[in-house]
């Protein structure tokens, strides 16, 4: 394995434990044992978990952004394209009902931490809201744009939270049914 591929390796598995254990719980030795490296290895690699972080923040933005590509490159109308935005709680429902949502617990550790690392992660944030206004704005909705952008990421942040706290996946489909509909008379 390389260097490059060593390196890749510790921020996946640093992205998933500080997901699943939360970054505070989450030690070097943690990663360096899912990893199978030694901490000298590992060292060599990061210095700080500041540094792996700032790396996993960097890591989570790129998928997002492909993933973003993605679905407008996929085409269809900007209602199909907020829809995929709505039905990633169905996809991830099993994760979500066990860890919340990647980017909202994330945001909220760092933010109880008073982190240095919190703007950073919040971009993640500001990535879906810019994105969501775009599609509204293509929906022709370009008056209420940002705040409809606000308004479903703050609806797809409550229902990941009480998914986490209720563990009820038939809550979740009646919300991601709720928003579908709330989308369509958005386009009226």
Not at 61 to 76: K, P, Q, S
Not at 96 to 116: F, Q, R, W, Y
Request: hydrophobic share 50%.
């Amino acid at each position: 394995m390389t260097a490059a591929d060593t390196r890749r390796e510790i921020v996946d598995v640093a992205d998933r434990l500080f997901y699943e254990r939360g970054f505070e719980a989450t030690s070097f030795a943690h990663i360096a044992a899912a990893v199978g490296v030694s901490r000298g290895n590992f060292y060599y690699h990061f210095k700080s978990k500041d540094d792996i972080l700032a790396a996993v923040i960097e890591l989570r933005l790129a998928r997002t952004h492909a993933m973003l590509a993605a679905w407008a490159a996929d085409g269809g109308k900007p209602q199909d394209r907020i829809r995929s935005f709505i039905h990633i709680l169905l996809a991830n429902r099993a994760k979500i009902m066990l860890h919340g949502c990647p980017v909202g617990t994330l945001c909220n550790e760092l933010s109880k931490l008073d982190h240095a690392a919190k703007d950073d992660a919040a971009r993640l944030f500001l990535l879906f809201r810019d994105w969501l206004a775009g599609q509204f704005r293509d929906l022709g909705r370009g008056a209420d744009a940002d705040a409809l952008a606000l308004h479903l990421l703050a609806r797809s942040q409550g229902v990941a939270t009480l998914a986490t706290a209720l563990r009820d996946e038939d809550f979740i489909h009646r919300e991601v049914a709720d928003m579908d509909a709330w989308l369509t008379a958005q386009c009226a």
